[in-house]
């Protein structure tokens, strides 16, 4: 068959036959960085693109869905700051913070030279983050209502995404349904998220209803 990557897929995806199951590798950059040599940190999409065709595999360029934190820009009351360093075992790291009126929240994530990232730290971590969380949540979802430009900055970053991709492979956005963003590695250790959502069942109601991901469609 011909055609690029992303049509052979597709065509296989609407047409082909079940038992002859195209190999998937991604999405990500696994693939590519290990077949090239290159650390995981410096692969690109262009690495990628060129791995899957002298492999024979194939990836899907995974796009996140919007999330609160695009809209906090346009928020004077909430404030989203960052800081990259090493963690002192030399592993790259990101820490965030978000200022509410309701207090501070910080999330710390690693990025290891040979695996995928991981949270070493969530924002919301105990109770005590409860109001600060829910703040975050009610004034975004504001912005994203009433804001066009929220929704304007989410267009153009898709589409630039998209544009790094080529039309290599197909393009995947997730977008998940409020109850599992508000419970998922986002925000919070999904065990955590857990107890919160049983402990705290009406607060955590009023959130999933005001989240963001139920008004960006």
Not at 7 to 19: F, K, S, V
Not at 21 to 49: C, H, N
Not at 70 to 93: C, M, Q, T, V
Request: with cysteine; net charge negative.
């Amino acid at each position: 068959m011909t055609g690029t990557k992303r049509e052979r897929l597709l065509d296989w995806i609407r047409n082909g036959d079940p038992a002859s199951v195209p190999v998937l590798m991604g999405p990500g950059f696994e693939l590519a960085s290990a077949y090239l040599g290159k650390d995981q940190r410096e692969t690109t999409w262009p690495d990628a693109i060129r791995a899957a065709e002298e492999t024979g595999t194939h990836n899907i360029a995974c796009l996140s869905q919007p999330m609160p934190f695009d809209a906090i820009e346009f928020l004077d009351d909430i404030e989203l700051s960052e800081k990259r360093d090493r963690s002192p075992d030399g592993i790259d790291r990101l820490t965030q913070w978000v200022r509410t009126p309701e207090g501070t929240m910080r999330d710390v994530r690693e990025f290891p030279k040979d695996t995928g990232s991981y949270w070493r730290e969530h924002f919301v971590k105990s109770d005590e983050d409860l109001p600060a969380f829910a703040c975050l949540i009610r004034g975004t979802t504001h912005a994203v209502v009433n804001t066009p430009a929220v929704r304007r900055k989410v267009d153009a970053r898709i589409k630039s995404a998209k544009a790094k991709v080529g039309g290599a492979f197909p393009t995947e956005i997730h977008v998940f349904c409020p109850a599992v963003d508000l419970i998922g590695s986002y925000y919070n250790a999904q065990q955590t998220g857990l107890f919160l959502v049983y402990d705290h069942r009406d607060l955590m109601e009023e959130i999933r209803r005001a989240s963001p991901a139920t008004h960006w469609s």
